[in-house]
């Protein structure tokens, strides 16, 4: 088990570089293309994934100082306030319209009587 322990830990680190790089955005990688720093890691046992993590992995947005709520993008629609308000919006207008029709159904009967 002694023996194996440096080869687990340096599987792992290569394993968890990788996925990382595989799952980071294109535009946030940082030095190299994506290509070359999946190349880096799978050839460079040790050195590939620690280059990764100083020099090629996005920089956090907290670690560098920008407020995480003004970049992020929403995930969903029911996460970005202008979709929500859109559809408040239309809501409003339908149920308007939809109570102006009773309104005037309802004085129409009123007059027929």
């Known amino acids: ?3 194996a322990l440096p080869f687990l830990i340096v599987l792992v680190a290569t394993l ?3 996925i990382d790089c595989l799952s980071s955005e294109r535009e946030d990688i940082r030095g190299l293309p994506r ?3 999946v ?3 799978l050839l460079l046992p040790v050195v590939g994934p620690i280059a990764w993590f100083f020099s090629g992995r996005p920089v956090s947005l907290e670690r560098a100082g920008v407020a995480s709520r003004a970049t992020k ?3 969903a629609p029911d996460d970005d306030p202008e979709f929500l308000r859109g559809i408040d919006t239309t809501q409003s207008r339908n149920d308007a319209e939809l109570l102006r029709r009773w309104e005037e159904d ?3 009967r009123d007059d027929e009587k």
């Open 39 to 41: 190349l880096a890691i």
């Open 106 to 108: 309802l004085k129409r």
């Open 35 to 37: 290509p070359v720093w």
């Open 16 to 18: 968890v570089a990788l």
């Open 73 to 75: 993008r929403p995930t």
């Open 1 to 3: 088990m002694g023996r």
